[in-house]
């Protein structure tokens, strides 16, 4: 894998700081982190369900795979080099129960966070 694309939610605060964090880090993979839903992520991924991308992490490998919720997460922390061992611990069946619950928590944090929407988490209509 030489590259991931993460889509994140842009309007929430939890997903723009984790953003900020996941490009502070070295990175053995590197990371693009585009909007989910812009018109940059429809372009380059124009078969992906880009509604869902506003609910849950998603990220593309260079090859097409997509990754979801929490093997989204553990794909990111993967492509860094200080946490590639805890990937790689996460992904057993001693660790999933604790990435799941970190995305859990961090999905509810989010939750309880998020700003109204007022119009403005509906994906918008493509021309036709």
């Not at 939890?14 to 070295?26: A, E, G, Y």
């Amino acid at each position: 894998m030489q590259r991931l694309t993460v889509l994140y939610d842009a309007q929430c605060s939890l997903c723009v700081h984790l953003r900020h964090w996941l490009l502070r880090q070295r990175q053995l993979v590197p990371l693009e982190l585009v909007p989910a839903a812009s018109e940059e992520a429809r372009r380059r991924f124009p078969a992906l369900d880009h509604g869902s991308t506003l609910r849950e992490i998603t990220v593309i490998g260079d090859r097409g795979q997509v990754y979801r919720s929490t093997a989204a997460w553990i794909v990111c922390l993967w492509a860094l080099a200080e946490y590639r061992p805890r990937a790689h611990w996460l992904s057993t069946p001693a660790g999933q129960p604790f990435a799941k619950v970190t995305v859990l928590a961090a999905a509810k944090y989010r939750e309880i966070t998020a700003a109204p929407c007022e119009g403005r988490c509906e994906l918008p209509v493509a021309p036709g």
